[in-house]
């Protein structure tokens, strides 16, 4: 895709950049509406983890990597949605992870993917700076996207990390016994659905924290979004 048409993308999806707080890092650099142009060979992922496999073998176990695609050194990999995500369990000391729009192949330009880039392998560029240096844009299929598996922890069913649980009212947290472990208040984001389960008083809904820890809680004290 040539730049001119990156460029029509970038102003289609309206995500124009915002003035940040200098003192804060991360928001300068990865604010929503900015250009993430790859400085070195990096994975584009389905979602905030380094885990999976590398090379999507389908004779592993699982067979199941979140890497949705690989790219080069100076591409224009997507435009910065604002979201960051610190994947603490990555080696050796974590990693932060940005969340990128990336254009779809041979489709409208308004039509896109959401994923993450870790933000270490990355510059992030203003739309005059992008048109300037006119890197060659990335795109991916339909086919390249569901081929990344958002599960990873092998079980079964995995969590949804296109959606976001909050809590409407306060409410207790509970483990696997369905026995409280805490308690949050109103509009906390807790993490993201994996499962519901019935029970004849009550539905609860199984979901996964930031630190991929597995809790429930009552659905009738949250509400379930799309990111």
Known sequence: MSAEEYQKF?????????QPDQKIKTSLE???????????????????????????????????????????????????????????????????????TILKTNAPVKDAFTA?????????????????????ALSITKEQYDSASASLTGMELGADYRREIITTSP????????????????????????MELTTPGNTYVKFMTIDDTQRWVSKKHIKTINK
């Open 116 to 136: 993450w880039i870790a933000a270490s392998q990355i510059e992030t560029l203003t739309a005059e700076q992008y048109k300037q240096k006119k890197n060659p």
């Open 10 to 18: 970038f102003n289609i999806i309206n995500l124009t950049q915002k």
């Open 171 to 194: 409410t207790y947290i509970l483990n696997d016994k369905l026995q409280a472990v805490g308690e949050v208040a109103k509009n906390i984001i807790l993490g993201y659905p994996i």
């Open 30 to 100: 990865y604010g929503k509406g900015r250009v993430a142009v790859s400085k070195a060979r990096v994975n584009i992922r389905k979602t905030p983890r380094a885990s999976g496999s590398q090379t999507k073998d389908s004779l592993l176990v699982f067979g199941r990597s979140n890497i949705i695609t690989t790219i080069d050194s100076g591409i224009a990999a997507g435009i910065t949605t604002g979201r960051t995500m610190f994947d603490e369990k990555a080696e050796p000391s974590g990693v932060l992870f940005i969340e990128i």
